[in-house]
C-alpha cells in the first residue's frame, strides 16, 4: 500500500475557517481538503437543501422531451420506460413508470435479459414496442451510443427520449430529446449525475408543469439514492443533495420494495455503505441472475405482503450470485497462475462457461489480488462479452479505444466498461491491452494507494470529532470517509487474529501514554507481527463506533499498518 498525504492546506486559512465555524482546526482542515473555505460553503456542506437543486431545463432537450411526453399522454399514446438491468437501470425505471403512472395508465417497462439482448437498447426491446403499439420509449441509463437502434426505431414510428449519463460518441442517436450532461454541447452546471439522476430531473421538470413542487416528489429520492450509491457517482453538488434527503426517505418512510429488503436485515438505520452492500447487490441480483424486471417489479410494488415475497426470491439471487461469483474468482486466479501472467500490467482471462450476470463482480474482485486494470471475459452468443475494472488514476476506458480494431462494442466510464467482440480477435485484444497499458500506465499506480487526510494524534479523537464527522456524510468520490494517519503506536498487548482462520486483526492503541483506544483491522490479520512484541508501529485508520451490549465506543478502523 502507498500512503499518500493529502497536502496540508495553509495554516492561516485553517486558522480562519476554523474561527469563523467555531470548529477545531482539524475539522477546518477536512472542509478546506473538499473545497469548503467559507461559512456558507460549509452551510450548504453540512445542510445540503433540495431548493439547491439546479433548473432542470438548463438540461440540453429537456423542453422537448416534456413537451413530447405531454404530446404522448394528450394523445392517449402507450409510453414505454426502458432501462438497464443493473441498479441504475432498475431504479431509474421504476422511478420514471411510477411517476408516470401516479396520473396516466398508458406506461408499461422493459427491461433487456442481460443474455439474450446485451447492454443496452435492443432490437428486441424495440419489436415489442412496434407489436404492442407504444410509440414512445422512454430509455434510462442507456441510449447515448445507439444510432443504428434509435434509426431502427423511426422506420417504425416509435420514438425515443434518451437519459443517460454515459460519455457520448463523436455521434448522437437520431432520438426526440436526448438527456446527458456529458454531452458538449449541454451546459448543464453539473454533469456527474448517474442514470437515475437524469430520470429524476425529468421527472422533475415534467411536475413543475403540474404545479409540483420539489417537496412533491421526494418519495422519489430513495430510488435515486441507491443508484447514487451503487453506481459510484461524485458525492458533490446535487448527487450529495440527492443522497443526503433520500438516506432520509429510505429511514423514514421507504418505499414498500425497500422496507421487504430492509425488514431481512438487522439493520434499523442505513448508511449509503449499507445501501451500497446491502440493498444494492441484492437489486443487482435479479438482474445478473434471473431477469432485472424482478427487480423493477419489487421497485414499483405497493403491497408489502407481495413485496416480501418478491424480496425473498431475490434474496436467492444474491445467494446464488455469491457463490457463484467466489466460485468464478478462484477459476480465474488459478487460469492467472497456468498461464504465469503474474507480473503482467493487466489480467485478461476467459472461460466461456462462466457466468455473464458476474463477470463485474469477478474483474473487480480480481483487482483486490492483482492490482490492475482488468477484463473478464465470458460466452454471449456467438461473441465474447467482457467486464472491465480499472485502478485508481487510470482511464480504462480510453485504453479500451486503443483497441478499438479489435472491439465490436464498447462503453462505459474511467474505472468501469463492457465490451463485445468475436472469438477470434480475443489473443490479438489481449496482446494489444497489454502493450496500451504498459505504454500509458505510470507504474505507481499498480501500487494500491490509501489517500490520507491528515497525520493526527490519538488524543485528538474525541466523540465530539466523531459527531462532526459523523456529519460529513454521506460519503462517496470527491467526499471520501477521512482517513487519518498516527505514528509511533504501542499494542496494550493483546493483539490478536479474530474471525475465520484468524484474518482480522484485533488490538488496543495507545501514543506516548494516551488513554487505549480498540482498534479492528479487517483482512489485516497476517500483520499481528508488526504490532506484538512491544513494536512500535504506524497506522492509517478512519474512525468508527463499536456498538456491544447497548454500550458504543470509539474504535479504530485499521486501513494498514507499518
Not at 441498479?87 to 425505471?93: I, K
Not at 404492442?132 to 426505431?153: E, M, Q, R, T
Request: proline letters at 4%; glycine letters at 8%.
Amino acid at each position: 500500500m502507498r500512503w499518500n498525504l493529502q497536502p496540508k492546506p495553509e495554516q492561516e486559512q485553517i486558522d480562519n475557517l476554523a474561527n469563523v465555524l467555531n470548529v477545531e482546526g482539524l475539522v477546518a482542515q477536512l472542509l478546506l481538503q473538499r473545497g469548503i473555505s467559507s461559512y456558507d460553503e460549509a452551510k450548504n456542506f453540512f445542510r445540503p437543501q433540495l431548493s439547491d437543486l439546479h433548473d432542470p431545463f438548463l438540461m440540453k432537450d429537456m423542453n422537448v422531451a416534456v413537451e413530447r411526453i405531454e404530446k404522448a399522454i394528450a394523445n392517449n399514446e402507450n409510453i414505454l420506460v426502458f432501462g438497464d438491468y443493473d441498479v441504475d437501470g432498475t431504479t431509474a425505471v421504476a422511478l420514471m413508470s411510477s411517476y408516470l403512472l401516479s396520473f396516466y395508465p398508458n406506461v408499461a417497462t422493459y427491461i433487456p435479459d442481460r443474455y439474450e439482448e446485451g447492454y443496452g437498447v435492443s432490437l428486441k426491446g424495440i419489436d415489442f414496442a412496434d407489436d404492442n403499439g407504444f410509440s414512445l420509449i422512454i430509455a434510462l441509463d442507456c441510449g447515448v451510443k445507439a444510432i443504428d437502434k434509435v434509426a431502427y426505431a423511426k422506420e417504425k414510428n416509435v420514438d425515443f427520449i434518451i437519459c443517460d449519463h454515459h460519455r457520448p460518441g463523436n455521434k448522437l442517436p437520431n432520438a426526440i430529446a436526448i438527456l446527458d450532461p456529458k454531452r458538449a454541447d449541454c451546459n448543464y452546471p453539473y454533469d456527474e449525475l448517474c442514470g437515475c439522476g437524469v430520470g429524476f430531473k425529468l421527472i422533475q421538470a415534467l411536475g413543475s408543469k403540474y404545479g409540483e413542487t420539489i417537496d412533491d416528489l421526494i418519495p422519489y429520492l430513495d430510488l435515486v439514492a441507491t443508484a447514487i450509491g451503487a453506481d459510484i457517482v461524485p458525492m458533490t453538488g446535487e448527487n450529495r443533495v440527492l443522497a443526503y434527503h433520500g438516506l432520509q426517505v429510505i429511514n423514514s418512510n421507504p418505499r414498500i420494495g425497500f422496507q421487504a429488503i430492509i425488514n431481512q436485515t438487522k439493520k434499523t438505520t442505513l448508511t449509503i455503505t449499507d445501501v451500497v452492500f446491502i440493498i444494492a447487490p441484492r437489486i443487482n441480483a435479479a438482474g445478473r441472475m434471473k431477469h432485472g424486471q424482478h427487480a423493477v417489479n419489487l421497485l414499483s410494488e405497493t403491497n408489502l405482503d407481495q413485496a416480501t415475497k418478491f424480496a425473498a426470491e431475490i434474496e436467492k439471487y444474491n445467494h446464488d450470485r455469491r457463490e457463484l461469483d467466489q466460485e468464478i474468482t478462484k477459476e480465474a486466479l488459478s487460469q492467472i497462475e497456468v498461464n504465469k501472467e503474474k507480473e503482467r500490467f493487466t489480467t485478461v482471462v476467459y472461460n466461456e462457461t462462466w457466468h455473464k450476470g458476474v463477470i463485474g463482480i469477478v474483474a473487480s474482485r480480481l483487482t483486490e489480488t492483482y492490482y490492475r486494470p482488468t477484463l473478464v471475459f465470458t460466452k454471449s452468443g456467438d461473441k465474447l462479452a467482457a467486464s472491465a475494472r480499472s485502478v485508481k488514476g487510470f482511464d480504462v476506458y480510453n485504453a479500451l479505444q486503443g483497441c478499438a480494431d479489435c472491439i465490436e462494442q464498447f462503453g462505459g466510464h474511467k474505472y468501469a466498461a463492457g465490451l463485445t467482440l468475436l472469438e477470434t480477435e480475443y489473443e490479438k485484444f489481449k496482446n494489444q491491452f497489454e502493450k496500451v497499458v504498459s505504454k500509458t500506465i505510470d507504474a505507481h499506480l499498480l501500487t494500491p494507494e490509501i489517500s490520507v487526510s491528515a497525520k493526527i494524534e490519538l488524543k485528538q479523537i474525541t466523540p465530539k470529532l466523531m459527531r462532526i464527522l459523523k456529519q460529513f456524510a454521506p460519503f462517496g468520490p470527491g467526499n471520501m470517509t477521512p482517513t487519518f494517519m498516527a505514528e509511533n503506536l504501542k499494542d496494550t498487548g493483546y493483539a490478536k487474529g479474530v474471525g475465520q482462520e484468524e484474518k482480522h486483526l484485533k488490538l488496543t492503541a495507545t501514543q506516548n501514554g494516551s488513554q487505549p483506544i480498540g482498534a479492528i483491522g479487517f483482512n489485516l490479520g497476517d500483520k499481528l507481527g508488526i504490532v506484538k512484541n512491544n513494536n512500535s508501529f504506524d497506522a492509517v485508520f478512519s474512525l468508527d463506533e463499536n456498538e456491544w451490549l447497548g454500550n458504543v465506543s470509539l474504535q479504530l478502523k485499521l486501513r494498514d499498518l507499518r
